[in-house]
């Protein structure tokens, strides 16, 4: 009997750790601290640390299954990445800049466990979104904790509809003018942009096919500097 308890429990272990985490737990917890315009409250998350670290919890003990579709994969590490980068935030805080961690280069540093690997901000995004799914858009979902960055969403991104929240997320950061200034014959871009070109393509076509401003085939684009401000909610 204590054999059958014990395998049992090993079964059921090894099973759930390719579950998926609570994304209605993340979802409540970005719509109670970010703001619809992407601005975290890190202050109210700090002072309710709790809630917090069971969310990351419930990313470590995952291990992403090849099982799952190309869209919950997806989904988790976008959702993994921004969790952690407000963790790392939170711990450090308050903070003027997430540049001001680990000699400017907090993305480098292997402190993220997920499924019992270690991970830096940077393989989560460099080794593993971005030549896996080979999607442009996720540069306006994952959020690196600066004014400059794609404000982040205040909602879990979730496979059923991540299409449609990568297709919102990245017409509202083109057609915002904090970020970007486009007229008919010059476009002044976000330097994601640049940073990413490979991942764009033509840079022209993408922001054409998302702005509501008609842009020349010869029109100049230009990049503008980043803010590494903390997107912190004042």
């Known amino acids: 009997m204590r054999f059958f308890i014990l395998f049992l429990f090993i079964i059921t272990s090894f099973y759930s750790s390719f579950a998926q ?21 890190y202050k109210s998350i700090k002072a309710n640390k709790k809630s917090l670290d069971s969310i990351v919890r419930s990313f470590s003990i995952v291990t992403v299954s090849t099982t799952w579709s190309k869209n919950d994969q997806l989904a988790f590490w976008i959702n993994a990445y921004n969790a952690f980068t407000i963790d790392l935030i939170v711990n450090n805080y308050p903070l003027k800049s997430i540049r001001n961690l680990d000699g400017g280069k907090p993305w480098d540093v292997k402190r993220i466990t997920i499924g019992g690997n270690k991970y830096s901000l940077n393989n989560i995004e460099n080794d593993i979104i971005r030549p896996q799914f080979k999607d442009a858009r996720i540069h306006f979902a994952v959020n690196c904790g600066a004014k400059s960055c ?66 020349n085939n ?13 997107n912190d909610k004042k």
């Open 21 to 41: 985490p609570d994304y209605k737990t993340w979802d409540t917890f970005l719509k109670k601290y970010v703001s619809a315009t992407g601005d975290v409250d």
């Open 150 to 215: 794609p404000p982040l969403l205040n909602a879990a991104f979730v496979a059923k509809t991540l299409d449609s929240q990568l297709e919102a997320v990245t017409k509202k950061f083109i057609s915002n003018t904090k970020y970007q200034t486009i007229t008919t014959t010059k476009v002044t871009l976000s330097k994601i942009f640049d940073w990413y070109a490979v991942d764009f393509g033509d840079i022209k076509t993408f922001v054409i096919k998302y702005s509501t401003t008609k842009i």
């Open 218 to 230: 010869n029109a100049v684009i230009i990049f503008k500097e980043y803010d590494w401000s903390l």
